[in-house]
């Protein structure tokens, strides 16, 4: 699959069929995370890989939207180091983090596997349930699996704002 093909047609998707994915899957999607771009290539990311079940239903939890990690195959939690700034969230981590996770998405979407982000809310419980140390958080999680739904390109609802109204040239 082409690169544009690829980001073209990339969709959240929610619903995953009972299928596992294989490790030479799980290792390529992982992988293509851990060779993402960073600032000043400080790689600040950890990934916890979740294929367990009961273990995906506790993160499942962990958001008001994140459901969709209790059906999918492997749930990959982006822990980041906890934020020293003052600000519940430090951007640059979170900055680098985003780019983990598209890179990501995207191996994934070669491969035939779908993926959602899911964002934590319950902080102490994420701490909890995945065993965090102090100095590091989860904001974000990623459910991987294969479709069961085919989500529409483009959405129908949503889609995406015209690059006319998004670019901007030489100034604001
Ligand atoms: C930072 C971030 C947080 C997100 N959190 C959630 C979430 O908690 N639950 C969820 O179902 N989707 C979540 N999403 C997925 C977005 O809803 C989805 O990417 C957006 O609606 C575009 O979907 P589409 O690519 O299918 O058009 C998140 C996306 C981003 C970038």
Redesign the pocket.
């Known amino acids: 699959m082409e690169v544009w093909e690829a980001i073209r047609k990339?969709?959240?998707v929610?619903v995953f069929k009972n299928e596992p994915l294989s490790d030479e899957a799980v290792t390529r999607i992982l992988d293509a995370g851990r060779r993402s771009q960073s600032s000043k290539n400080t790689q600040p990311w950890d990934f916890i890989a979740i294929r367990d079940r009961d273990q995906r239903q506790r993160v499942s939890e962990l958001?008001?939207?994140?459901g969709?990690v209790a059906g999918a195959a492997l749930c990959v939690a982006i822990v980041v180091p906890t934020s020293q700034t003052g600000q519940d969230v430090d951007w640059k981590h979170m900055f680098d983090a985003?780019q983990a996770a598209s890179y990501m998405q995207l191996a994934a979407l070669e491969i035939g596997v779908g993926s959602?982000?899911?964002?934590v809310y319950k902080q102490e419980e994420a701490r909890q349930v995945l065993g965090l140390p102090a100095d590091k958080t989860i904001h974000?999680v990623i459910s991987f699996g294969y479709p069961a739904e085919q989500?529409e390109t483009?959405?129908k609802k949503?889609?995406?704002r015209p690059l006319e109204e998004v670019v901007h040239w030489d100034r604001w």
Not at 63 to 66: H, R, V
């Open positions: 990339k969709r959240a929610r958001g008001n939207w994140t969709h985003g959602c982000l899911g964002t974000i989500p483009p959405a949503g889609g995406r």
